[in-house]
């Protein structure tokens, strides 16, 4: 991947911090589905998550959009759950409604549509996982994606009987 497309943490950081209302294209009511695991994550720690999928009416309580001109409020980023191929259109209409941000979700990379976001003024996320870039850099990432309140770097006892 093209080392401009490679966000910092900092840069990390301040997008998740600064911008709290998510379009997430491809979110699914399944709960087994990354998207869903992801959206409850990112509901739970304060985002504004708008489900954007034509297939439902409602997911996780929320109002869902059949695509993103549909939506009525002004989006901060839009959360791309789509295989790469079909990215540019998402991107295209990303900029038409005049979000910040284009994130792309894990393995998910298109740097012709990523290039048409930053000459349009939006920021680009590619390849990376909101939930786990969050957790990672505020806490609450361990080996199963949630916080034990534990730190140590002490191996845990094994109890005998």
Known sequence: MNPKFDSDIKTLRRIL???KRVAMVGLSEDWSRPSNFAAKYLLDHGFDVIPVNP?????????CYPDLKSIPTAVDVVDLFQRSERVPPFVDDAIDIGAK???MQLTIIHE??????LEAG???VMDRCMKIEYARLFGGLNTIGVNTG??????PQIFNR
């Not at 012709?112 to 976001?117: G, H, M, Q, S």
């Not at 534990?150 to 191996?155: K, M, V």
Request: overall charge negative; glycine content about 4%.
């Open 122 to 124: 939006l920021e680009v």
């Open 17 to 19: 911090l600064e911008y």
């Open 150 to 155: 534990i730190i140590s770097a002490q191996r």
């Open 55 to 63: 297939k439902y009416d409602e997911i996780l309580g929320q109002k």
């Open 101 to 103: 941000v284009v994130w």
């Open 112 to 117: 012709e549509a990523a290039n048409l976001a």
